[in-house]
């Protein structure tokens, strides 16, 4: 028998115990959910993107948002009103329990929104709206800025948080 076919025959050989020994090893299976649940996570972050996608499509439309410049002169504490008229924010009577909530239901949104925007949790933020505790000073401040804020500006918020909201219209 010639070299090379010697050689031919050990490969072959070889070749075989090899895939036999891959078919009898027991990492496969492992091998395979680990396969699997990558497949699941990929999908998952395709769907992410896609929304991702949307989210900035709908911002492209509707151009950049403007930040309110100069709502609250932080220095004096004077903050703008309708009329021109300007209102001491340390001076006001804090907010009741259903003041609050007549804010947050005004500007259409959930408590988890504005206690988000508020940097809060919303258990907090419930229990203020419920009469069970009162806000700081601080606090009842920026729900009033909220109040005082347009939509766009509450979406420009919300969605530097990460939290998107298509419009400030309710859906039947």
Same mark, same amino acid.
């Given at each position: 028998m010639?070299?090379?076919?010697?050689?031919a025959?050990?490969?072959k050989?070889?070749?075989?115990?090899i895939?036999k020994?891959l078919r009898?090893?027991r990492m496969?299976p492992?091998?395979?959910?680990m396969?699997?649940s990558?497949q699941e996570?990929?999908?998952?972050m395709?769907?992410?993107?896609?929304?991702?996608k949307?989210?900035v499509?709908k911002?492209?439309?509707? !151009?950049p948002?403007r930040? +309110?410049a100069?709502?609250?002169?932080n220095a004096?504490?004077? %903050?703008?009103?309708r =009329?021109g008229r300007q209102?001491?924010?340390?001076?006001?009577?804090?907010?009741?329990?259903?003041g609050?909530q007549r804010i947050?239901?005004?500007k259409?949104?959930t408590?988890?929104?504005i206690?988000a925007?508020?940097?809060?949790?919303?258990q907090?933020?419930?229990?203020?709206?419920? !009469?069970r505790?009162?806000p +700081?000073p601080?606090?009842?401040s920026?729900?009033?800025?909220i %109040?005082e804020?347009? =939509?766009?500006?509450?979406?420009s918020k919300?969605?530097d948080?990460?939290?998107f909201q298509t419009?400030?219209?309710?859906?039947?």
């Amino acid at each position: 028998m010639p070299k090379s076919d010697l050689n031919a025959a050990v490969e072959k050989i070889a070749d075989k115990l090899i895939a036999k020994r891959l078919r009898e090893c027991r990492m496969f299976p492992k091998i395979a959910s680990m396969i699997q649940s990558l497949q699941e996570q990929c999908r998952s972050m395709k769907k992410d993107i896609d929304e991702l996608k949307i989210m900035v499509r709908k911002i492209n439309l509707h !151009g950049p948002t403007r930040q +309110s410049a100069g709502k609250t002169d932080n220095a004096t504490g004077y %903050g703008k009103r309708r =009329g021109g008229r300007q209102k001491r924010t340390g001076d006001a009577k804090p907010l009741s329990s259903v003041g609050i909530q007549r804010i947050r239901k005004a500007k259409n949104l959930t408590q988890g929104q504005i206690s988000a925007l508020l940097g809060v949790k919303w258990q907090r933020y419930a229990n203020w709206e419920q !009469g069970r505790a009162k806000p +700081s000073p601080d606090f009842d401040s920026a729900i009033r800025a909220i %109040g005082e804020m347009n =939509g766009r500006e509450l979406r420009s918020k919300l969605a530097d948080l990460g939290i998107f909201q298509t419009s400030g219209k309710r859906k039947k």
